[in-house]
T-cell receptor, first 115, second 114 residues
Framework: AQKVTQAQTEISVVEKEDVTLDCVYETRDTTYYLFWYKQPPSGELVFLIRRNSFDEQNEISGRYSWNFQKSTSSFNFTITASQVVDSAVYFCALSEAGSNYQLIWGAGTKLIIKP | DSGVTQTPKHLITATGQRVTLRCSPRSGDLSVYWYQQSLDQGLQFLIQYYNGEERAKGNILERFSAQQFPDLHSELNLSSLELGDSALYFC?????????????FGPGTRLLVL
């Protein structure tokens, strides 16, 4: 069965440190999509990135970077030089044809950035 | 701002009651999804509509129903409410591009059942 695991429940770092959030997924589909969303304390879900299973290129957007490795079924998210505003819950999600492309969510990782 | 709107933002009601949550998708989006976020179950997919038709169903209780109207807004109806229905309900919308489209989320409706 399809599944998304975010083993880190909570991470706390001091501002300016780099931090990596782990995401491991399981799927039988050859075509699938992976996402990261951010949920700040205000509660909304903010889209960060979408990756399809055929594109293993890493992506960098400012201080954010994502490492997609099919060999280990992982899609990890790194924040470089973290800032207090990065404090939020981060969710990894999977979407696949076999599930009509509904989002299957990880449990989320709560990131606390201390000043 | 994702462009998806949800009303109301907060709702407090009593057990046994019925409520309606409303969602307006982003301009041009034909798909609407409903998700429930609760402390014990996390984020769960409830149901999806595409251009007025139900497309997929997830862990949606029989007491819950939804529809998408010709103007593409959607409503989620929750009836015979129980304490355990207290949760954050999100609506998301996407542009049909074939598969695995990015879903953009509204701000959510926080439901508290007392």
């Amino acid at each position: 069965a399809q599944k998304v695991t975010q083993a880190q429940t909570e991470i706390s770092v001091v501002e300016k440190e780099d931090v990596t959030l782990d995401c491991v997924y399981e799927t039988r589909d050859t075509t699938y999509y992976l996402f990261w969303y951010k949920q700040p304390p205000s509660g909304e879900l903010v889209f960060l990135i979408r990756r399809n299973s055929f594109d293993e290129q890493n992506e960098i957007s400012g201080r954010y970077s994502w490492n997609f490795q099919k060999s280990t079924s992982s899609f990890n998210f790194t924040i470089t030089a973290s800032q207090v505003v990065d404090s939020a819950v981060y969710f990894c999600a999977l979407s696949e044809a076999g599930s009509n492309y509904q989002l299957i969510w990880g449990a989320g990782t709560k990131l606390i950035i201390k000043p | 701002d994702s462009g998806v709107t949800q009303t109301p933002k907060h709702l407090i009601t009593a057990t046994g009651q019925r409520v309606t949550l409303r969602c307006s998708p982003r301009s041009g989006d034909l798909s609407v999804y409903w998700y429930q976020q609760s402390l014990d179950q996390g984020l769960q997919f409830l149901i999806q509509y595409y251009n007025g038709e139900e497309r997929a169903k997830g862990n949606i209780l029989e007491r819950f129903s939804a529809q998408q109207f010709p103007d593409l807004h959607s409503e989620l109806n929750l009836s015979s409410l129980e304490l355990g229905d207290s949760a954050l309900y999100f609506c998301a919308s996407s542009t049909p591009t074939g598969a695995g489209e990015t879903q953009y989320f509204g701000p959510g409706t926080r439901l508290l059942v007392l």
